[in-house]
């Protein structure tokens, strides 16, 4: 219910009433505000890792609507926010990794940030093609939740699931209404920097393996596989997601098969 | 003067170890027979019982003075329910309990009290107030001290000299934000210390 229904319907809700303003896609920033709504009560105090990372999700949801209007397509979009979104990552993890070793700091916070700099570019790069867009949010966000759950924080899950939630929500509006509505870095840009970090913040927080987390960056590569282009957006969205949740199988099962390897 | 210097050195004698007895004395936990225990509820069946494994501190006793203080610190990734083995799960219960649903060691590894005593019978403390800080939340918590014995460590021929305390309290969890699967686990701690500390 607090990570799936009720982000669902709200993000259902925001994407009907905004699509006629290509604003669809802030479907994503509605459904990780109710989910923390649920959470944690919208509260900032303290403002730990968890709150960090859903702040930045709803704060990218912004930047990426200001970068809509305000810039046109180009080369600062396409290196701007994969930057931003690794800074994102480190500002996020930095009182995490401020404890460890200085080795050990490098090479996780230059590994997370590495990680969320690339699906922050990879969305990008779907942020003009809104159904395979859709269906990369829909399965990095199951992916992520999943693997979550298998590494043992469920609370990173149902984070991960009303991500999902909201991408399904943007997804479902163009395969109901028939028609593509424009996704945008108001929609790229908050999925993938919400869902890297919810991943990223499973392997630091919890125990979800690192070679699960760098699978999850296979959703949206499997995004661009071919796709029934003159067929209905239904029957497009269906396919690709098919193809996502392909690729979001594999972080479950290494996950999985990490949990059973390290012993308890 | 003679008389008089006689007089202040009996003074002296008499009244120095006096004011060394009510002086407050410093302790360190003892780490090896010091540990918080809790409950914890479950589905409303029965309470869970865990425990943290390391705990490290100080305290100050001034009997005297009826006065005394303890600053403890607990390893949050020390939390022990006796549920380890993963047993063909992908995680044990300790492994969730250090996860962000619960404790979330990584980001808060310790909690910390800082409280004072706050009232005593006799020559034993019987309450101590304080702060808990937990996952960056510091509330106050009252403990209750239902034990306490001074007296020569046993172990070392009265060389070493120590104090033990039993003491109880009570928090709710969702105070300090660990709101994960209330009400099936349930909100209401019950918290049991015993704890021992070595004069320094």
Known sequence: MQGGVAPFVVALVVAILLQRFNLAGLAIAAALATVAYFLNGLTLEPLTVTRKVILLGLAAAAAGFLADALLKPSRAIAVGLPLIGAACAAWAFWTVLAQKPVVECVRLGGGIALYAGSMVAMFGALRAQPVRAGAAGLGLGLGTGIAAILGASATYGLYGIALAAGAGAFLLVQMVAGRTTAAGAAYTFPAALAGALLGAGAMLLAELAWYALATLLLVPAAAFLPMPQKQPIWLQSIVVSLYTFAAAAVPWVLAWRYAGASGG | ?200
């Not at chain 2, 009510?22 to 936990?29: D, Q, R, V």
């Not at chain 2, 225990?37 to 390391?54: A, C, E, I, N």
């Not at chain 2, 996952?135 to 034990?147: D, F, N, S």
């Open chain 2, 1 to 200: 003067m003679p008389k008089a210097s006689t007089f202040a050195a009996g003074a002296a004698a008499i009244l120095l170890p006096l004011s060394a007895v009510a002086a407050p004395e410093s302790f360190t936990i003892d780490s090896f027979h010091s540990f918080p225990h809790f409950t914890v509820g479950h589905l409303g069946m029965s309470q869970l019982y865990g425990r943290f494994d390391k705990t490290s501190g100080k305290m100050t006793v001034d009997t005297a003075a009826k006065t005394g203080s303890v600053d403890i610190a607990i390893e949050a990734a020390s939390v022990d329910t006796g549920d380890s083995e993963r047993a063909g799960r992908p995680r044990t219960r300790d492994e969730h309990l250090r996860s962000p649903d619960f404790f979330n060691a990584q980001e808060f590894p310790r909690l910390t009290y800082k409280g004072k005593t706050a009232r005593w019978t006799g020559d034993s403390p019987a309450e101590v107030v304080g702060e808990l800080t937990l996952l960056g939340v510091t509330k106050p918590v009252t403990l209750k001290v239902e034990h306490w014995k001074c007296g020569p460590d046993p172990r070392t021929q009265g060389k070493r000299y120590m104090c033990g305390a039993n003491a109880t309290g009570s928090l709710k969890r969702s105070d300090f934000g660990m709101k994960f699967a209330i009400p099936g686990v349930g909100d209401e701690i019950h918290l049991l210390i015993q704890m021992e500390a070595i004069r320094d």
